[in-house]
């Protein structure tokens, strides 16, 4: 069961209700359908992560694995959210840009490659192969990190700048915010360096999520006027977002 980090669990949970339920009402009577996409699934990604921190907080999507005669605390149920919601933040992000399906594929397939490598990095039982999957789950975050920039670069070029700007602004808090991630695994209990123990590293994950799937979501759904926006061909496209 979780011990003292329980506390970040349960602001887990509790942020990420109040942001599914902030967004399902400010979605109430949007009747427009484009904007409706994207509410469903800005929706789906706190409501998953409600769940996934719920589970952990009550000691269910908690698993231990011994390393080297150590017991670690490995929480699957933050593996099996990002499996799921991290795809979601993609999807939202190259539905405003207008993406190519192709583009959408590959963020994806690259992304759930990422998530189910660093999956197997968690519960591995050796210090070394842990640290190999983790290499490996972050060398494809940097190259879906490239890919994002290079795709949403040339789709959001043909749209208006306002939702440029906006295409910007959330794929910036996404680079950011994702490369924070294998630096505070590798350096905490996971990485078995445990430079940052579990009550901290358990906060570091909280706030993390909170901030690209709630703030995320917030950001993204303030103005209806660029998502009406969405879609338009700008008369004097941009060669690329900055």
């Known amino acids: 069961m979780p011990g003292s980090e329980s506390i970040w669990l349960w602001i887990g949970t509790i942020g990420m209700a109040l942001g599914m339920l902030a967004f399902i009402a ?8 484009e904007q409706k996409r994207f509410y469903v699934l800005t929706i789906f990604i706190p409501a ?4 996934a921190y719920f589970s952990m907080a009550t000691g269910f999507g908690l698993t231990e694995i011994t390393v080297n005669g150590q017991v670690l605390d490995i929480y699957w149920a933050r593996y ?8 979601l933040l993609l999807i939202d992000l190259a539905l405003l840009a207008q993406a190519s399906r192709n583009t959408i594929y590959t963020l994806v397939g690259l992304d759930v490659l990422m998530i189910l490598t660093g999956l197997v990095g968690a519960l591995a039982a050796t210090p070394a192969v842990r640290i190999v999957w983790w290499g490996i789950s972050t060398a494809l975050l940097l190259f879906l990190l490239y890919f994002l920039v290079e795709s949403l670069n040339e789709a959001a070029s043909r749209q208006t700048e306002s939702v440029r700007n906006l295409t910007t602004t959330l794929r ?3 680079i950011v915010l ?12 996971e990485g ?3 430079l940052i123990p579990l009550y901290v590293e358990t906060a570091a994950f909280m706030v993390l999520d909170l901030t690209a799937k ?8 303030r103005s209806h006027s660029v998502l009406d926006q969405v ?3 700008d008369s004097a496209p941009s060669a690329a977002v900055d």
Do not use: C, H, K, Q
Request: charged letters at 10%.
């Open 172 to 174: 910036n808090m996404l």
């Open 231 to 233: 879609g338009s061909v």
């Open 192 to 194: 078995t360096i445990a």
């Open 214 to 221: 709630v703030g995320f979501g917030y950001v993204l759904l």
């Open 80 to 87: 099996a959210d990002w499996l799921i919601t991290t795809p």
């Open 26 to 33: 400010r979605g109430w009577n949007v009747t427009d359908e």
């Open 178 to 189: 994702w490369l924070a991630y294998p630096v505070v695994w590798i350096l905490g209990t």
């Open 48 to 51: 998953t992560a409600a769940v």
